[in-house]
């Protein structure tokens, strides 16, 4: 059983930018590791993903070019969120896998949960 433990969020005014953190108890069994963010009536939705092992990375189309996803050590895994608008206020979970060649894209292949980091962004 992996654990996760996300870190970092807050208020922020739009424009502006927050950075999470995901600490994960142990990553050499994973293959992918990823964030997606949940808002109070939506769906979950795929936010962006990490081949932890090589280092793919995979956005979805709300954040490309505004949402950076990192490794910079071996158990954590970082969300660098740039131009934030209020569209992205949202409860952000990471997730993790162990299985390899999953769609990267769907909640359901994740097995491993945090508990999620509240982003709140203001007008």
């Known amino acids: 059983q992996v654990q996760l433990v996300e870190s970092g969020g807050g208020l922020v005014q739009a424009g502006g930018s927050l950075r999470l953190s995901c600490a994960a108890s142990?990553?050499?069994?994973?293959?992918?590791m990823g964030w997606f963010r949940q808002a109070p009536g939506k769906d979950r939705e795929f936010v962006g993903a990490?081949?932890?092992?090589?280092?793919?990375l995979y956005y979805g189309d709300s954040v490309k070019g505004r949402f950076t996803i990192s490794k910079e050590t071996e158990n954590t895994m970082y969300l660098q969120m740039n131009s934030l608008g209020t569209e992205d206020t949202a409860v952000y979970y990471c997730?993790?896998?162990?299985?390899?060649?999953?769609?990267?894209?769907?909640?359901?292949?994740?097995?491993?949960w945090g508990q999620g980091t509240q982003v709140t962004v203001s007008s």
């Open positions: 997730a993790a896998s162990p299985i390899w060649g999953i769609s990267v894209f769907s909640s359901t292949n994740y097995p491993y």
């Open positions: 142990d990553t050499f069994s994973l293959y992918y």
């Open positions: 990490i081949r932890w092992s090589i280092g793919n």
